[in-house]
């Protein structure tokens, strides 16, 4: 008896080769593929901005850079002893201010440069589970541990997805009409929202993603969610938090 069932995987009209120029953005997922793209010796960006979870904070950082709309002291906060900004990963912040806003800023004009020379573009979505920031009400990145009363969870619409990732799309290709699409849902398992309220947010990714309104030429869905699920289901195909998928996985 085979213990194991088969994702089939669609063959992409555009494959990668080593003449490519890949970009790759949102969850930690990312980074893990980038790793493995790497190790192999492709030409990849992963992340310029940091680990980005939900697909609303990582349409605001393309269009920031694609637009060169740089950051400025509107957008940067001081806490716990170093300057920080709800648009990006924790991992950039900084005890000096104006060093800052300068690598912020740089970051900016180096994904501007990498999207418009970018043959494929890989964007893994994480949750749609969102947290908005009450007085400005935005929808942050990264809360950076301020306190939790200074937000607002809240579940991202199909629509509101769709609209995003449509947005995206269309951003990108304004600059760079050639570049290609490759999306997928992060098989990381968000279990501290809770186990239903994790199936929930995954759902809503994935039906926002198969929108026969989102369906483009230029892009494609990896079915990396799904093989977590169903190909690879067994515990022994996951880290020691049995979350994250291991290296065998």
């Not at 030409?43 to 269009?63: A, Q, Y």
């Not at 769709?162 to 098989?187: D, H």
């Not at 926002?208 to 699920?229: G, H, R, T, V």
Request: hydrophobic fraction near 40%.
């Amino acid at each position: 008896m085979n213990f194991q069932t088969q994702i089939p995987i669609r063959k992409y009209d555009f494959p990668i080769d080593y003449t490519s120029k890949v970009l790759l953005l949102g969850s930690c997922f990312a980074e893990n593929m980038a790793q493995k793209f790497e190790y192999f010796k492709f030409d990849t960006v992963v992340n310029p901005f940091g680990i980005i979870f939900n697909p609303i904070s990582l349409e605001k950082l393309i269009v920031r850079s694609i637009r060169k709309n740089y950051f400025t002291e509107e957008d940067i906060f001081f806490h716990n002893e170093a300057w920080h900004c709800f648009e990006v990963h924790s991992e950039l912040s900084n005890s000096d201010k104006e060093v800052f806003l300068n690598e912020l800023n740089q970051l900016i004009d180096s994904t501007n440069w990498h999207i418009e020379k970018s043959t494929h573009c890989l964007i893994t979505l994480g949750t749609s589970w969102v947290y908005k920031h009450i007085e400005s009400n935005k929808i942050v990145a990264n809360c950076h541990k301020v306190p939790q009363k200074q937000f607002v969870k809240e579940l991202l619409s199909i629509a509101q997805i769709e609209a995003s990732l449509k947005k995206i799309i269309a951003e990108i290709q304004a600059v760079n009409p050639n570049c290609t699409f490759i999306f997928t849902v992060s098989p990381v398992r968000h279990i501290k929202d809770g186990f239903v309220e994790n199936n929930l947010s995954k759902a809503h990714l994935i039906a926002a993603l198969q929108s026969s309104s989102f369906q483009l030429p230029a892009s494609s869905y990896f079915p990396s969610y799904e093989i977590m699920m169903d190909e690879l289901r067994d515990y022994r195909f996951y880290a020691e938090d049995m979350l994250h998928p291991n290296q065998t996985a």
